[in-house]
């Protein structure tokens, strides 16, 4: 596979490494500080998938920039949801292909799976368990809270009808999920979903040990979206 790295930091590097040795071919890096191309200088004919892993605020505009050039591209950058919509009328009016997700690591969506499974399930306990999440990861991360956590709360709020929002912060009202950020050391990315009553505690916890798991799931995306138009994530990739 042809691949089009953009961005080159920790998942960037991650990424290459992985790619190179399961024999794909890196033709090109976009980034700040580690080369001066851009993203106009690809052409379809180069690149099977390009894979961006920057920052919030210039995901969407790489996104933009892959969606005009007819790069399919897989994005992980996090923290860019308000603009996912104008990326989806952007797909569609280039009838090109976006694979988003918050988490590519396949331990995170089956994590994902149990906590819906959970929700519902705990559902019917509402009034004796109350519902928190907590995600604690490296000092470096910019955004509060992580994609994972906010993908986590919607599975909450979908199936647990006693959440009806979140806070970033501890609970105001009975109604609220708290969502708790703690930026600690190098720390990969640790998602908890706690239950709590008065008499027990259910907890669902995932821990990344590195971020191979991120780089195995963006390549795996990567290899799966040519050829295929419109806005995919990873439970088209996995069939959860
Ligand atoms: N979906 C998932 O599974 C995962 C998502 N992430 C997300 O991916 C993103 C990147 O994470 P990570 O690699 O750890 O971050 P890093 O800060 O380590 O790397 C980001 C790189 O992108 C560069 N960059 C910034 N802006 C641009 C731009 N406009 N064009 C090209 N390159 C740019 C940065 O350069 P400079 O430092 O010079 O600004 C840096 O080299 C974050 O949003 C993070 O939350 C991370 C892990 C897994
Ligand atoms: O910034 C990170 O490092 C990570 N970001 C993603 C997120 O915001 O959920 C995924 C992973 O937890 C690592």
């Given at each position: 596979m042809k691949i089009l790295l953009i961005g080159y930091g920790k998942m960037g590097q991650t990424i290459a490494a992985l790619a190179s040795a399961a024999g794909h071919e890196i033709v090109g890096i976009v980034d700040h500080q580690a080369s001066?191309?851009?993203?106009?200088?690809?052409t379809p004919d180069q690149v099977d998938a390009a894979i961006e892993f920057t920052h919030p605020e210039s995901a969407f505009e790489n996104v933009a920039a892959c969606l005009r050039q007819g790069l399919p591209v897989v994005c992980g950058s996090?923290?860019?949801?308000?603009r996912f919509e104008e990326a989806q009328q952007l797909v569609a009016d280039t009838n090109g292909a976006l694979f988003y997700a918050s988490n590519y690591s396949v331990g995170v969506n089956l994590f994902f799976h149990f906590n819906e499974y959970i929700a519902a399930k705990m559902n019917q306990f509402a009034a004796s368990y109350d519902v928190q999440l907590t995600e604690v990861h490296h000092t470096?991360?910019?955004?509060?809270?992580s994609g994972t956590a906010l993908t986590a709360a919607q599975g909450i709020l979908a199936h647990f009808p006693s959440k009806t929002t979140w806070r970033n912060?501890?609970?105001?009202?009975?109604?609220e999920l708290a969502v708790l950020s703690e930026r600690r050391g190098d720390v990969v990315g640790i998602h908890e979903v706690r239950y709590a009553s008065t008499a027990d505690t259910i907890t669902l916890r995932h821990e990344a040990h590195s971020r191979e798991g991120f780089a195995q799931g963006a390549l795996l995306a990567a290899g799966w979206l040519p050829g295929r138009h419109g806005v995919f994530g990873m439970n088209d990739l996995l069939g959860l």
């Open positions: 001066d191309s851009k993203i106009a200088d690809f996090t923290g860019w949801l308000h470096q991360k910019v955004d509060q809270p912060a501890p609970a105001q009202a009975p109604e």
